[in-house]
């Protein structure tokens, strides 16, 4: 199993970042598939789910309204569209597999001024 996670970046408050995360080594198509994100010396934080069809999708109170989770079986890509950043989205965002034990590197994303 390989989750790589790519997009991060540094962008000011109010700005845009589009996330992506490639997966091999299982059948994409047949998991349902989430973003999470963690802040050096705190728990990993639950952020997105997209079921496997891509038809229903889930958010986390914080970041609902401003960000956008999607994905295109055909590619075995997972997307993480994020707008009107704060501050506080400032973190090391991860993709995973609902219930495959594994996870990519993450991806930095870092809002400031």
């Known amino acids: 199993v390989q989750l790589v996670e790519s997009g991060g970046g540094l962008v000011q408050p109010g700005g845009s970042l589009r996330l992506s995360c490639a997966a091999s080594?299982?059948?994409?198509?047949?998991?349902?598939m989430s973003w999470y994100r963690q802040v050096p010396g705190k728990e990993r934080e639950w952020v997105a789910t997209?079921?496997?069809?891509?038809?229903?999708?889930d958010y986390a109170d914080s970041v609902k309204g401003r960000f956008t989770i999607s994905r295109d079986n055909a590619k075995n890509t997972v997307y993480l569209q994020m707008s009107s950043l704060k501050v506080e989205d400032t973190a090391l965002y991860y993709c995973?597999?609902?219930?495959?034990?594994?996870w990519g590197q993450g991806t930095q994303v870092t809002v400031s001024s």
């Open positions: 995973k597999a609902n219930g495959v034990p594994y």
């Open positions: 080594g299982f059948t994409f198509s047949s998991y349902m």
């Open positions: 997209i079921n496997s069809a891509g038809g229903s999708t």
